[in-house]
Each structure stands twice: as structure tokens, then as C-alpha cells.
């Protein structure tokens, strides 16, 4: 049977444009994408990329306060948010203009609309055409989810940050996630008077539990007002702002709401369930490592199939999509050991186990490493990094890799490709130290802090 074309992509997201111009740029297959808002997707457009602008926008404060400190005769004016809103929206459209670029240059037919499945091998467009494809990837990735008490009140999620006409004098964020916990440290650099709920009794659950600790710690430090083992009870506006009473019995009108509780898969009305294909409880496209659904010509990549959701992640699963369908090399991507970084202030960079799951899996020596960085300590500041090592007591192999620090980010990539060698601490312990960094504590820590026999 033929096809109207080889690949149909739905979704111009990381995952999506990846696969389709790996399909089409190296292997000449006919493909088509569609992109019903903006080519990036969430990553480039409300997502990782302003996040990442709005973390360095929100760190001169601190920048210039050390300055001070260090001699400088430095002084911090008002925050212009508009300029930097202006600025933003350039960046995002140059952005947005190099993946519409990159894909066509490949080969890649680009639909600016809507697409919905219509069959095992059908597409339709938004204004009513049909096409078909031998294979169909989805990658709509993931959609902000509000409590469905709170849904009407008309508060932002992540997706109205980056929209906002002005920056509000105070804000209350709801929840402890990622999203979360770097819009905290944002607001709060940006001179914002920030609140956090977290309904937990800890927030990044999920992750080292000391990191966590001493993330939440340096937040409070910061200035953040977090609230543990705290959510919404009411909520009304009031005095132009919004009032909110907490399970807690807190009181408080804020300027601004913002739900960062959590994302899920965006599948909604595209026309899945006609097909026959059940979806995850939170609407995830289930798929074998191949990233192939039960349906064999329709495959999902990215946050849509609520696997590990982080552009790289995506990134790989969309190229290796196009590996094995287009390339004839069947190639899956290892979701086994992935390095992240969370964006908080500190910065939070994490590969690995955490204590608490390699203590389940056998007997773990734990390093640790908790001092005060030479730049901010001549500051005169207080703040802590943490460094930690997770090794297995049998094989001397390092499990996990934590680093609290600013920077951190940076440093687990390459902590990331030495666990995915397969490192010892014998091997951390021959490395050179780098000297005077605040990574050679990396390689420095010489006896466990604590070992768990388990
Ligand atoms: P997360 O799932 O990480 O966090 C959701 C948070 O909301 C949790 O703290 C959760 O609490 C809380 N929550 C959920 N439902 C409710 C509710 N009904 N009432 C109150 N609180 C609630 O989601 P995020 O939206 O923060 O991030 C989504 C994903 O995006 C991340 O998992 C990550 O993969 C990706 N991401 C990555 C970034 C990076 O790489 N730096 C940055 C941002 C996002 P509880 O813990 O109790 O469930």
C-alpha cells in the first residue's frame, strides 16, 4: 500500500523534531510533522530554555550583594521585567525560527496545526485533510495538571510564567517537584516575597533525602517562606490579590498562585481511544523499550509516554525511534542511569542512586562532603554545598553521585560519564584534584561518613 509519506510526526517538540530529521536527513525518509502552537515544544518554548534565562535573570542580586562584599562599590537597581520579557520573546522566537529551519533544511514538511490520529496509519490535519504514513510517532509531550478544586480559579501554572505582564509583589507556589522548587528560588532572587506549599514532609521527593534536606534548608535561608506538610484549604480573591487559608491554618493574599503540581501526558482528543489503544491511568501511551505502542505502526516518544521526563531523555528516544525504524539499527535508549540537574539556588546535581535506594539494594559506604565554598564563605554568607558519594560496599562501584552546589549542573555531567563507565571510588580516588574548586571534594573524601551493612 502506499503512503503519503514514510513517518508522520505529531508533536514539534525535543522527541519529535529529533526523530523526524534523523528520519528524513539520514536515512531520506518522506516525513511530515505537525506543530499545533510553537516548534521547540515545552522545552524550548515554556519550559527548560525561559526557565533556565529566568534563573540567570534572578541570580544578580545575589552576584551583585557578593561584590559589595568583595570591595566593589556595586549597587542593584529595580528588576525591569518587561525588558526582560521583550528580550525573552525575541529569544524564543529566534528559537523557535532555527527548529522550524533545521527540520525543513532535513527534509521535513512542516504542518502548523493541530493533527489528530484518524487510523493505525491516518492523520488528520485541523482543517479536515486526511494524509497517511506507514509509521506514526506521536510526541505531544505533557500538559500542566491543576488540582480539580482549584482548576476555575484562574492561577497560573508554568505555562503563564513566561506571560506574565508584570512580576507580582508576592506569590504562593503549590508544590515540591521540580517546577516547583526552581520557581521558588526564581521569584525569591527576582525580590519576590515567595511562599511554597508542599503538601509532603519534604520537598524533590523521589531524590537523596539529605540532598533534599539541604536544599530545603538553603531555600529557607535564601528567604523562601516554604511551608512542609502544607496545602490549600480556601482560596477566594480578596483586596485585588488572592487570599488563601492553609490546611495549616496559614493566612495569606498573594499577588499570584502558581500550580506546579506535577504534568501529564498530553493525549487528549487525539483520537486514541478510537483506535483501540489503552493509555496509562494518567493518560500515558504505554510502549515496549523500542518505544513501539501496541499498535505497530504508531510509536511514542518523550513526556507523552511518561517515562523519564527530560528533553535529553526525549532527545535519545527520538533518535533512536528513527535508528531502528528508518536506520534498520535497532537501538533503544537506557533509562538506567540518567544525570540531572535541578535548577534550584542552590543548584541540585544528581546521578545515580540515592542512599535510600542503593541502601535496598546491598551494603553501601556513603562520602560525604558538607563545607562552605571558599567565594561565598569571603562573602561572609553562610551557604553550605553538599557533596555526596554513594559506593557499593561489594564492588567498590559508585552508585550515586549528589552535588548541592552552585554550578552543580555543570559538574554531574561529567560525574555522569564517569558512573556510566562504571567508576569506583578507587578510580575517583586516583583522580587529581583540581585545586582550588569546590569539585575536589569529589575526589578527596577519604573515609565513609557512615556505611549501611543493609
Ligand atoms: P513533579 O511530579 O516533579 O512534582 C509535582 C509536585 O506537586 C509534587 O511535589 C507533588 O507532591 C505535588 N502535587 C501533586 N498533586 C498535588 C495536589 N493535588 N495538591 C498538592 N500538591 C500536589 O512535577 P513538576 O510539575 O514539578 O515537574 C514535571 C516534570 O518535569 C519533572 O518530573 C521533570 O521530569 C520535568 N522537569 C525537569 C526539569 C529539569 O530538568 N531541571 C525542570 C522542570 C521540570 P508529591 O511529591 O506529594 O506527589
Known amino acids: 500500500m502506499a503512503f503519503d509519506y514514510d513517518l508522520f510526526v505529531i508533536g514539534g517538540g525535543s522527541g519529535g523534531v529529533r526523530a523526524a530529521r534523523i528520519a528524513a536527513g539520514e536515512y531520506g525518509a518522506k516525513v511530515a510533522l505537525a506543530e499545533e502552537y510553537r516548534m521547540g515544544g515545552t522545552c524550548v518554548i515554556r519550559g527548560c530554555v525561559p526557565k533556565k534565562l529566568m534563573v540567570f ?21 529595580a528588576f525591569d521585567w518587561g525588558v526582560f520579557r521583550e528580550k525573552l520573546d525575541a529569544e524564543l522566537t529566534r528559537l523557535e525560527g532555527a527548529y522550524h529551519r533545521n527540520a525543513t533544511a532535513a527534509g521535513v514538511e512542516i504542518f502548523d496545526c493541530r493533527a489528530t490520529l484518524a487510523g493505525p496509519h491516518e492523520v488528520r490535519l485541523a482543517d479536515g485533510r486526511e494524509v497517511s504514513a506507514k509509521h506514526i510517532l506521536i510526541a505531544t509531550g505533557g500538559t500542566p495538571v491543576v488540582p480539580e478544586k482549584w482548576r476555575e480559579a484562574g492561577c497560573m501554572t508554568s505555562n503563564e510564567v513566561f506571560l506574565m505582564d508584570r512580576l507580582p509583589g508576592s506569590i504562593l507556589i503549590v508544590g515540591g517537584g521540580y517546577i516547583a522548587s526552581e520557581f521558588a528560588c526564581i521569584f525569591n532572587g527576582l525580590g519576590v516575597k515567595t511562599t511554597q ?16 534536606g539541604h536544599i530545603s534548608g538553603e531555600m529557607c535561608a535564601n528567604g523562601i517562606d516554604l511551608h512542609l506538610g502544607t496545602d490549600i484549604l480556601e482560596m477566594e480573591p480578596r483586596d485585588g490579590g488572592t487570599w488563601v487559608k492553609s490546611t495549616t491554618g496559614h493566612e495569606a493574599t498573594y499577588d499570584a498562585v502558581l500550580f506546579a503540581t506535577g504534568r501529564k501526558p498530553n493525549t487528549e482528543g487525539l483520537g486514541l481511544d478510537a483506535l483501540g489503544l489503552e493509555l496509562g491511568a494518567n493518560g500515558a501511551i504505554p510502549v515496549d523499550r523500542y518505544s513501539q505502542s501496541a499498535i505497530p505502526s504508531i510509536y511514542a516518544v518523550g513526556d507523552v509516554t511518561d517515562r523519564a521526563n527530560l528533553t535529553p531523555v526525549a532527545i535519545r528516544e527520538g533518535h533512536a525511534f528513527a535508528d531502528t525504524v528508518f536506520g534498520g539499527k535497532p537501538t533503544f535508549f537506557d533509562h538506567g542511569l540518567i544525570p540531572t540537574a535541578i535548577f534550584t539556588q542552590p543548584e541540585f546535581g544528581t546521578v545515580g542512586l540515592s542512599e535510600e535506594a542503593a541502601r535496598a539494594q546491598g551494603p553501601v559506604d556513603i562520602y560525604l562532603a558538607s563545607f562552605r565554598p571558599m567565594r561565598s564563605l569571603f562573602a561572609g554568607r553562610d551557604a553550605r554545598a553538599l557533596m555526596k558519594l554513594i559506593v557499593c560496599a561489594e564492588s567498590d562501584r559508585v552508585l550515586g553521585c549528589h552535588i548541592v552546589a552552585d554550578h552543580s549542573g ?36 577519604r573515609a565513609p561518613a557512615r556505611s549501611h551493612a543493609n
Open 410 to 445: 555543570e559538574m554531574i555531567q561529567l560525574a555522569g560519564v564517569a558512573l556510566a563507565m562504571g567508576a569506583t571510588k578507587a578510580d575517583f580516588d586516583r583522580t587529581l584534584a583540581v585545586h582550588p574548586t569546590m569539585a575536589e571534594e569529589l575526589v578527596t573524601m
Open 197 to 212: 506549599y508542599y503538601r509532603g514532609a519534604q520537598i524533590l521527593r523521589g531524590f537523596d533525602e539529605e540532598a533534599r
Open 57 to 77: 535573570a534572578s541570580s544578580f542580586p545575589g552576584e551583585v550583594a557578593d561584590a559589595q562584599a568583595y570591595g566593589w562599590e556595586a549597587q542593584i537597581g
